[in-house]
């Protein structure tokens, strides 16, 4: 499971950093503002998100608690959910796609909780 989470931490690290320079340089006048600083606010929670799955699999080497694991997976879902929704709503129009994006709020959130109840529980691994 640690392997999985750095390796999403770095797709989703990647795909952000590319996502935000997409952004900044062909986004630009094609969006209005508003839908620009909504696709900002998408990659902001990616990236951040993305060096929490990064955490979580570091952590995951040294402690043993499935908390991590549901961490991490909510951390991983929440960026597809909140993030993708984001990056959809401001490519497509589409306003009903902003629905998705408390689901995917809800996930952070609860990834957190998982991380710090996770953490304050685990068993050291011995090695």
């Given at each position: 499971?640690?392997?999985?989470?750095?390796?999403?931490?770095?797709?989703?690290?990647?795909?952000?950093?590319?996502?935000?320079?997409f952004?900044?340089?062909?986004?630009?006048?094609?969006?209005?503002?508003?839908?620009?600083?909504?696709?900002?606010?998408?990659?902001?929670?990616q990236?951040?998100?993305?060096?929490?799955?990064?955490?979580?699999g570091?952590?995951?080497?040294?402690?043993?608690?499935?908390l991590l694991?549901?961490a991490?997976?909510?951390?991983?879902v929440?960026?597809?959910?909140?993030?993708?929704?984001?990056?959809?709503?401001?490519?497509?129009?589409?306003g009903?796609?902003?629905?998705?994006?408390?689901?995917?709020?809800?996930c952070?959130?609860?990834?957190?909780l998982?991380?710090?109840?996770?953490?304050?529980s685990a068993?050291?691994?011995h090695?």
């Open positions: 499971m640690p392997r999985l989470f750095v390796l999403l931490a770095a797709l989703y690290g990647f795909t952000g950093v590319a996502l935000g320079a952004a900044a340089h062909g986004l630009r006048g094609r969006l209005s503002p508003e839908y620009l600083a909504v696709f900002h606010t998408g990659v902001l929670y990236l951040v998100h993305a060096l929490a799955l990064l955490g979580v570091v952590l995951a080497l040294r402690w043993h608690s499935r694991g549901a991490g997976s909510l951390f991983a929440g960026i597809l959910l909140f993030s993708g929704s984001l990056y959809l709503l401001t490519l497509s129009g589409v009903k796609l902003g629905m998705v994006t408390p689901l995917g709020g809800t952070f959130l609860a990834g957190w998982c991380l710090g109840i996770g953490a304050w068993q050291a691994r090695h």
